[in-house]
């Protein structure tokens, strides 16, 4: 890989990981497209950081709260009620999933999964369910309102993710507004859940990256990194001010266009799975 096609892989990681898209089928696709090959599973968790990154920057007061409030509750019974000790509580409960399971199906993750049949059809699949939970979800809950069940829920939902096309944000956000929560407030705790996740597979994955089982060394994925970062920073801002008005439906439809995209150019032998 040169530092090309690692900002041009940067720019696609960081326009698409908050966007209810699936950043790794975007990942997927697009480098065989253009003839690049499949960046891969390592290639594609470490530069997921860089993404990370930008959450914790743009959320880091919310994110210092609830941490802060969260470990005084462990000596502090008083905390214990509190929305920020509770919101520690189900972020650590609602990543499990997506843990465990991103363990036991590693092998399956860094082959089986990446095959771009499988990737379109995802695409599509849950394109249409995020636009029936949202398009049938209430309003009336927000981040005061979420419970154990509905943070368990989230978490399972985000752990379907491990397959490239789901998309972490758009499989939480789904399972939110199914259960009822605002669009804002579905999106607002996506990205606090998948930080634990995201992070910690990017770490699991660093020793990939010199050697291993990674084509690709440091030095364009450093760079892809750092690209990720900066769009996806701009990106978060973006995507929070436009949910707050308007509804879920373009990303569902540019979901089912790129998915049946996929599938054509599959069958007519333009992509290889």
Do not use: C
Not at 47 to 66: C, N
Not at 135 to 144: D, E, M, Q, V
Not at 207 to 234: M, R
């Amino acid at each position: 890989m040169n530092f090309l096609e690692a900002v041009v892989l940067g720019i696609i990681q960081g326009l698409t990981e908050f966007l209810p898209i699936s950043s790794s089928a975007h990942l997927r696709i697009f480098p065989e497209l253009f003839g690049w090959g499949d960046p891969g599973a390592a290639f594609t968790a470490v530069i997921q950081i860089g993404t990370e990154v930008a959450v914790l920057l743009y959320f880091w007061k919310d994110i210092w709260r609830i941490g802060t409030t969260w470990l005084r509750s462990l000596v502090t019974p008083e905390l214990r009620g509190t929305l920020d000790a509770r919101m520690g509580w189900f972020i650590i409960i609602g990543s499990l999933p997506i843990v465990v399971l991103g363990v036991l199906l590693k092998d399956l993750i860094e082959k089986d999964f990446r095959n771009l049949w499988i990737i379109g059809t995802t695409l599509i699949v849950l394109g249409i369910v995020l636009g029936i939970a949202d398009r049938l979800g209430g309003t009336s809950k927000t981040l005061k309102h979420l419970s154990l069940r509905d943070a368990i829920l989230m978490g399972a939902a985000q752990a379907m993710a491990l397959i490239p096309g789901v998309s972490r944000s758009g499989a939480t956000i789904s399972m939110g507004r199914a259960l009822g929560y605002e669009r804002e407030t579905a999106t607002r705790y996506a990205f606090l859940l998948a930080i634990p996740a995201v992070i910690g597979a990017g770490l699991f994955e660093l020793k990939e990256i010199p050697g291993g089982h990674n084509d690709y060394g440091w030095g364009p994925t450093i760079v892809a990194t750092l690209v990720s970062f900066a769009v996806g920073y701009a990106a978060i801002a973006w995507l929070l001010r436009y949910v707050a008005t308007k509804s879920y439906t373009p990303f569902v439809l540019y979901r089912v266009a790129l998915g049946s995209a996929t599938l054509i150019l599959l069958a007519a032998g333009v992509l290889s799975a």
